[in-house]
């Protein structure tokens, strides 16, 4: 009769053992599985942040060349007025002058075709930009991963006092003497581990 009560116990304390080994093991999942979301959303931002700077240089690259295009623009502009002037001044030279405004006329209509080009160029760069930003973690989302990354950092201490408390729990249970019960279950036999 006293031998019942005792069997339940041990039953029960190794059902506690793998309620307890369950536990540690759900919380090593979910630490593992927080670890990798958060190495992809850090690759994440450093992908979208390499985007954003080419795409930045890209800009600074066009806007560049508008600045130079402006230039030449407003060169040939002041060139075609000069001409115009002396135009005015001397109809002797009208056919020459004439076809020289024509070229700069052409030039300048190529120029501002390319500055055009160039300006749906821009647009186009700042619109992708703009897409690539709003795809970008917001303050919150880096907020609550560097929540997270401290949360992390302070529960590795404590899993690995329950890993190295789960082992020396395993080691203890390991040395214990184990139990046989013999064929007639009224006799309990004590084996050496």
Do not use: C, W
């Not at 006092?161 to 214990?176: D, F, I, L, Y």
């Amino acid at each position: 009769m006293a031998q019942q009560p005792q069997k339940q116990q041990d039953m029960s304390f190794a059902q506690a053992l793998n309620e307890a080994k369950g536990v540690i093991v759900q919380l090593s999942n979910r630490v593992q599985a927080d670890a990798a979301k958060m190495r992809q959303q850090q690759q994440t931002i450093v992908s979208q942040s390499a985007t954003i700077a080419e795409q930045h240089a890209r800009i600074r690259e066009q806007d560049e060349q508008i600045a130079r295009y402006n230039q030449e623009v407003a060169a040939l502009h002041t060139r075609t007025k000069q001409a115009e002037g002396a135009r005015e001044h001397a109809e002797a030279l009208v056919n020459r002058q004439g076809e020289k405004i024509t070229a700069l006329q052409k030039r300048a209509a190529d120029l501002e075709a390319r500055i055009n080009a160039q300006k749906a160029q821009v647009t186009q760069l700042t619109a992708e930009r703009d897409a690539l930003a709003a795809r970008l973690p917001s303050e919150e989302d880096a907020a609550a991963l560097a929540a997270m990354t401290q949360l992390l950092i302070k529960a590795a201490p404590a899993i690995e006092r329950a890993k190295k408390s789960t082992a020396a729990t395993a080691a203890a249970a390991a040395a214990a003497p184990k139990m046989r019960i013999a064929s007639d279950s009224s006799e309990v036999i004590a084996e050496a581990a």
